[in-house]
């Protein structure tokens, strides 16, 4: 009987080591399927993140491009400006030291001369 007795601790021990195995088992698996998932979920929170920043960035490029491009033609506007007034300047100035030259030379024309005596003749009165 002793033996028996022996023999159905043994069986004991054994079924409780078997269930304790298994309970460590099924305990290591969902731990490791929670790693599995957060892991899972942390990727997918960063590839999302990367996208918004790349996105971002994309909109921002484009808001510094536009606003460069808006600034590029409001600078050519006012060069334009600023280089036909100075052309208008320069042919005014070179029309009337045409003007000075022709009357110092007396070629003139008369009408000019007449408007030119007349005004030169209300300054001497």
């Known amino acids: ?6 023999g159905f ?7 409780r080591t078997e269930e304790k195995t ?3 088992m099924d305990s290591m698996r969902e731990k490791a ?10 990727a997918e929170a960063a590839k999302n993140k990367t ?8 909109d921002k490029s484009y808001e510094t491009a536009e606003a460069a491009k808006e ?3 409001e600078g050519k506007e006012k060069t334009g400006g600023v280089l036909q007034k100075t052309g208008e ?3 005014n100035m070179a029309h009337g030291a045409a003007d000075a030259v022709k009357h ?22």
């Open 51 to 58: 996208t918004e920043t790349v996105e971002a960035a994309k």
């Open 9 to 15: 601790r043994a069986g004991e021990a054994k079924g």
């Open 71 to 73: 600034k590029a033609h």
């Open 104 to 125: 110092t030379f007396g070629m003139a024309n008369e009408d000019k001369d007449k408007h030119n005596t007349t005004s030169c003749r209300r300054d001497s009165n």
């Open 89 to 91: 300047q320069m042919r």
């Open 22 to 24: 298994n309970q460590t």
């Open 33 to 42: 399927e929670a790693a599995k998932n957060k892991t899972y979920e942390s």
């Open 1 to 6: 009987m002793a033996s028996q007795d022996q």
